[in-house]
């Protein structure tokens, strides 16, 4: 009977032992896995802007190779680069200010239209059809030395389209 009790004692003692130990593995993945998101949190995050995407400075690319009366779509910088008859530009937003969708630009129409609603926009961003209640948005655009570049960090609300906005080489 003792060796009964024995090999009993033996089998509990080793699964025992074998329990402690997994339930000390158990316990360094999770600490491995807090120290991980402690990590990953305090961790400085990568500047935007340097990879000319959404959310900070795009080179849309030289101001001269751009045809007048012409849409460009840029799908990173989330905009269209917009050059008038008269040479100007300006970098609308591609989101309708009805409720957001995408617009896109029908060439053989000249006009950005609304796949969502219906609403249509003139090559100035202003409303030709609602239910838009304004125009597009607008990004703040610069040209340097002949290179034109957009900032997408803000957009601009605006009521109406007017001649200031337009930006000039």
């Known amino acids: ?5 024995e090999k009993i004692e033996k089998t509990t003692e080793s699964r025992r032992g074998f329990l402690k130990k997994i339930w000390i593995g158990l ?3 999770a600490l491995a896995e807090i120290v991980g998101v402690i990590f990953a949190y305090l961790k400085p995050r990568k500047q935007q802007g340097k ?3 959404f959310g900070g400075v795009v080179t849309a690319g030289v101001g001269n190779d751009f045809k007048n009366d012409s849409v460009t779509a840029f799908r990173r910088g989330q905009f269209y680069l917009v050059r008038l008859e008269d040479g100007g530009f300006l970098a609308l937003s591609r989101k309708c200010t009805h409720l957001g969708c995408t617009v896109p630009w029908v060439e053989s129409e000249k006009q950005f239209k609304c796949p969502c ?5 003139n090559i100035k961003g202003e409303v030709l059809q609602s239910p838009a209640p304004r125009p597009l948005d607008i990004f703040d655009l610069f040209i340097e030395n002949g290179v034109v570049k957009v900032n997408t960090n803000k957009k601009i609300k605006r009521s109406r389209f007017e001649t200031s906005q ?4």
């Open 51 to 53: 990879d000319e995407s």
């Open 1 to 5: 009977m003792t060796d009964k009790k």
């Open 166 to 169: 337009v930006v000039y080489s």
């Open 27 to 29: 316990g360094f993945v």
């Open 117 to 121: 609603h219906s609403s249509s926009f």
